[in-house]
């Protein structure tokens, strides 16, 4: 029924580029949070601040960009400030 109606056609056009979109966010998110981990697991507190700053920019963006939940954004950076914290407190 959506390939002969105007308003289909035009809904699908537009899921698929929310799609891809979506898509290429949510990878570079991925490979942000990736770069998190080696920073935290080198135990570098300098550098694993500096990765979390620029992480939690990329966080905040997908959410206000409607990728992923406020909500699951905000539990994603307290749990990696928490872990930048405790690194800190160990050394």
Partial sequence: MAERIKSGIKRHRQSLKKRDRNTVVKSDLKTQLKKFETAVESK???AAQAVL???EIK???AASKGVMKK???????????????ALSSEA
């Fill in 44 to 46: 570098d507190v300098s």
């Fill in 53 to 55: 700053k620029e992480t």
């Fill in 59 to 61: 966080l905040r963006k």
């Fill in 71 to 85: 909500e699951t954004v905000s539990r994603k950076v307290s749990r990696i400030s928490k872990r930048v914290s």
